[in-house]
């Protein structure tokens, strides 16, 4: 090696430090556009899966389904289309707490839609997008557990959206069980 390339210039030096100071915004920049990124993903997370509607009257599935050992269809009679699209309606609810717990607050708030003649507007916890055609029947007389699709709802004091119901996942175990997989099955 000679002298000259193996000497460290006062002119290499510079240029070393100008290279350093133009990368500080790079790296600043870079440092932000990731806490972005991440803060922006957990919203969005947290915004589709763990944000619970506000319900009209604080019901609970543990008590009913765990505690008390109603089975899911005593108020969920998915095959039928009606109105209410699977949620009970307050005759269901009134059929027991006309007598049972009448006197608790929550009970009393039931009594009242009752005696104004309102259904409970109860917010919707699951919302497929319109384009999507969707129905219970196919899934329950295939043998498939709510859990599979709704996780643990007898252990919840509140209902919350536990799987992602997205494309992937109904596509995913379609291929699994040999069900349709042509676009028409789930789009109109
Ligand atoms: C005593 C009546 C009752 C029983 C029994 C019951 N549910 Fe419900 N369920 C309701 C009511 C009322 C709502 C609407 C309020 C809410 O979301 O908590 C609801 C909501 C739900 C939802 C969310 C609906 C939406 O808005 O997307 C699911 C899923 C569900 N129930 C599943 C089940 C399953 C699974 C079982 C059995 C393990 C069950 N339920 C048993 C009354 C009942
Ligand atoms: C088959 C009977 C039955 C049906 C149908 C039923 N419940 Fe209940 N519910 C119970 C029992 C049993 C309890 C527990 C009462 C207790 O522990 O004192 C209870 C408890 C409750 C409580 C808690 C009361 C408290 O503060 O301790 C609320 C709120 C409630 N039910 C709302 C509803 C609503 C709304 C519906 C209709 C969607 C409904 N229930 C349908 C039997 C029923
Ligand atoms: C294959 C997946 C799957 C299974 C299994 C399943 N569900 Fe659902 N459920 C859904 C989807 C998806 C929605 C949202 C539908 C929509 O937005 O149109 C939903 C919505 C609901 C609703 C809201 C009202 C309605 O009818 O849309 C209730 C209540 C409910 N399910 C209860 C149950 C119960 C009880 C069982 C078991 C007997 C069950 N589900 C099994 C996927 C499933
Ligand atoms: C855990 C498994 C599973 C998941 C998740 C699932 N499905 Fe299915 N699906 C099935 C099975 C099994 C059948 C019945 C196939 C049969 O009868 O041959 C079926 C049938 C259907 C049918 C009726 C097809 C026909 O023409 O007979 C439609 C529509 C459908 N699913 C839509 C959906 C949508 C939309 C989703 C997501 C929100 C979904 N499924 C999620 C297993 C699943
Ligand atoms: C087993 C059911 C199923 C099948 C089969 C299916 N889709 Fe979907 N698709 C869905 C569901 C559920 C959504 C809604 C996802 C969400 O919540 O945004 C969706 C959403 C979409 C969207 C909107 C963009 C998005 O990702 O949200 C497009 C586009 C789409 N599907 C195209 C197709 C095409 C093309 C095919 C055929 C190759 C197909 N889908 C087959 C269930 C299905």
Redesign the pocket.
């Given at each position: 090696m000679t002298e000259e390339t193996s000497v460290w210039t006062e002119e290499d030096e510079k240029k070393l430090t100008n290279r350093i100071w133009r990368a500080i915004p790079v790296v600043i920049a870079g440092y932000f556009l990731l806490l972005f990124l991440t803060v922006g993903a957990l919203y969005a997370y947290w915004n589709r899966y763990m944000t619970v509607p506000e319900q009209p009257i604080n019901f609970s599935h543990k008590i009913h389904v765990f505690d008390n050992g109603l089975p899911?269809s005593t108020c969920?009679k998915?095959f039928e289309k009606s109105s209410t699209?699977?949620?009970p309606a307050i005759e269901t609810c009134m059929s027991c707490h006309k007598s049972v717990a009448a006197g608790k607050p929550e009970i009393k708030k039931v009594r009242a839609f009752w005696d104004r003649k309102e259904p409970i507007p109860w917010e919707r916890v699951?919302?497929?997008p319109d384009h999507v055609l969707?129905s219970?029947k196919p899934?329950?007389k295939a043998g498939?557990?709510?859990a599979?699709?709704?996780g643990e709802i007898k252990a919840m004091p509140v209902v919350k959206q536990v799987r992602s119901?997205e494309m992937g996942f109904c596509v995913q175990c379609h291929r699994k069980k040999n069900a349709p997989l042509e676009c028409a099955t789930c789009h109109k």
């Open positions: 899911c969920h998915l699209a699977g949620i699951h919302n497929l969707f219970h899934h329950i498939l557990d709510c599979a699709c709704h119901l």
